[in-house]
C-alpha cells in the first residue's frame, strides 16, 4: 500500500474553508484514498474516500488530482468542533500515519 | 444505535498481570481490528479478524493475544503486560474485510502498566 505525506499541522479561521493536502505518489491504479480524523483522543471518525472522481458528502469535499498522487480534503466553512487530527490514507490496510492537527481559531 | 464498545475505558495494572480489553460491535461486521495509538506514531495495527476463527497479525502484534469466537466480540489479551504496552487502544470494525468499507472505530482504552 502507498503511504501519504501530509502537513504536520494547520490552522484555519471560523467560517473559512480549510483545505487539508496529502501527497500519495506512489498510489496504484486501484487504490482509494481515504480521510480520517480525530477529536482529542475519541476514536477516529471516517470522513470521506474516492477513487478518482471527486467526492462530496455532509461533511466535506475531496479533490484528487488528475494524476491520483494527490488529493485535498475541503471543509466548506470550518467550526470550532472540526479542530482535530485528519488523517489521509491510501490503500486498504488503513496505516495511519501522524496525520494533520487542524487547529480551528474563533 | 450501531456502535463500538470497549471495557474497560481506562485501566492501571501492574507489570506481569493479564488482563483482557473487550471490544463488542451491534452492527454484524465481519471484518474486526485492534490499533494502538501512542505520540508521535500515529495508530499502529496489533491484530485484525476478517470473521470467526479467522485472525492474523497486524504491524505490532508482540505481546499480544485476540480470539474471534463470535462475530460480535474480539477481546485483545494481554497474557504478561509491560510498561511499553502502556498506550491508547482502539477497537474498530467494517462491514467487509476492510476492503473499501467504512471503519467504525470503538471510544477507546487507556491503559497504563506500572
Known amino acids: 500500500d502507498a503511504k501519504t505525506t501530509q502537513p504536520p499541522s494547520m490552522d484555519c479561521a471560523e467560517g473559512r474553508a480549510a483545505n487539508l493536502p496529502c501527497n500519495h505518489s506512489t498510489i496504484s491504479g486501484n487504490e482509494y484514498v481515504y480521510w480520517y480524523r480525530q477529536i482529542h483522543s475519541q476514536g477516529p471518525q471516517y470522513i470521506i474516500h474516492?477513487?478518482?472522481n471527486n467526492e462530496t458528502n455532509e461533511m466535506a469535499s475531496l479533490i484528487i488530482t488528475e494524476d491520483r498522487k494527490s488529493s485535498t480534503l475541503i471543509l466548506p466553512h470550518a467550526t470550532l468542533r472540526d479542530t482535530a487530527v485528519y488523517y489521509c490514507?491510501?490503500?486498504?490496510?488503513?496505516?495511519f500515519g501522524t496525520g494533520t492537527r487542524l487547529t480551528v481559531i474563533p | 444505535e450501531a456502535q463500538v464498545t470497549q471495557n474497560p475505558r481506562y485501566l492501571i495494572t501492574v507489570t506481569g498481570k493479564k488482563l483482557t480489553v473487550t471490544c463488542s460491535q451491534n452492527?454484524?461486521?465481519?471484518?474486526m481490528s485492534w490499533y494502538r495509538q501512542d505520540p508521535g506514531l500515529g495508530l499502529r495495527q496489533i491484530y485484525y479478524s476478517m470473521n470467526v476463527e479467522v485472525t492474523d497479525k497486524g504491524d505490532v502484534p508482540e505481546g499480544y493475544k485476540v480470539s474471534r469466537k463470535e462475530k460480535r466480540n474480539f477481546p485483545l489479551i494481554l497474557e504478561s503486560p509491560s510498561p511499553n504496552q502502556t498506550s491508547l487502544y482502539f477497537c474498530?470494525?467494517?462491514?467487509?474485510?476492510?476492503?473499501?468499507?467504512?471503519?467504525?472505530f470503538g471510544p477507546g482504552t487507556r491503559l497504563l502498566v506500572l
Open positions: 452492527m454484524n461486521h465481519e471484518y
Open positions: 474498530a470494525s467494517s462491514l467487509l474485510a476492510g476492503v473499501r468499507e467504512t471503519q467504525y
Open positions: 474516492g477513487l478518482k
Open positions: 490514507i491510501v490503500g486498504d490496510n488503513l496505516f
